[in-house]
């Protein structure tokens, strides 16, 4: 069936870092793919997304490009702040009839100052 | 604020017992979809609700049911509740049904089972 991985985490990084968290995805078809954000105590956001190949979501300075040759949608952001820590969920939809998503585990940043 | 409510925000309760889990959508989504947030499974989909119809299942067991009202908010109902149940419930609501549309989630029903 389609998944998707992400790289584990946590991952923790000064302020002013280069963000990079991996994702790959398994998947029949064309799927959607999706970054979420869930800060402590709250439900995901959504981030950024892309709907085909090569498209490049971006929001908030946070960027991801869909690699149809490598199943691929890594998440980067050049500069990362303290608000930025949070767990980001990197998530596929693979269409059709439904709309639900298939969710990596989750990967946690932590932006030291 | 996401516009999507879920009540309560906690609940604690014993195994054996059974609970409801309510989530209104944002105003106009039709679609309505619940997850299950645990430490050892993730994220999981359970079920999406499509204007009072159900469109797909997922990871959902037997013990738990779900529906859709004509008004559009939605209750999961879990019974015979075990340990692992203990989870993080999740609503999210969509205008459409195929993922055309991003969703927008609750923040959840942090259910607890003693």
């Known amino acids: 069936g389609n998944s998707v991985t992400q790289m584990e985490g946590p991952v923790t990084l000064s302020e002013e870092a280069f963000l990079t968290i991996n994702c790959t995805y398994t998947?029949?078809?064309?799927?959607?793919l999706f970054w979420y954000v869930q800060y402590p105590g709250e439900g995901l956001q959504l981030l950024l997304k892309?709907?085909?190949?090569?498209d490049k979501g971006s929001n908030k300075g946070f960027e991801a490009t869909y690699r149809k040759e490598t199943t691929s949608f890594h998440l980067e952001k050049g500069s990362v702040q303290v608000s930025d820590s949070a767990v980001y969920f990197c998530a596929l939809s693979e269409g059709g009839n439904t709309g639900k998503l298939i969710f990596g585990q989750g990967t946690t940043l932590q932006v030291k100052p | 604020d996401s516009g999507v409510t879920q009540t309560p925000k906690h609940l604690i309760t014993a195994t054996g017992q059974r609970v409801t889990l309510r989530c209104s959508p944002r105003?106009?989504?039709?679609?309505v979809y619940w997850y299950q947030q645990s430490l050892d499974q993730g994220l999981q989909f359970l079920i999406q609700y499509y204007n009072g119809e159900e469109r797909a299942k997922g990871n959902i067991l037997e013990r738990f049911s779900a529906q859709q009202f004509p008004d559009l908010h939605s209750e999961l109902n879990l019974s015979s509740l075990e340990l692992g149940d203990s989870a993080l419930y999740f609503c999210?609501?969509?205008?459409?049904?195929?993922?055309?549309?991003?969703?927008?989630f609750g923040d959840g029903t942090r259910l607890s089972i003693l």
């Open positions: 105003s106009g989504d039709l679609s």
């Open positions: 999210a609501s969509s205008s459409d049904g195929q993922g055309s549309q991003p969703q927008h």
């Open positions: 998947a029949t078809g064309y799927p959607s």
């Open positions: 892309a709907t085909k190949a090569d």
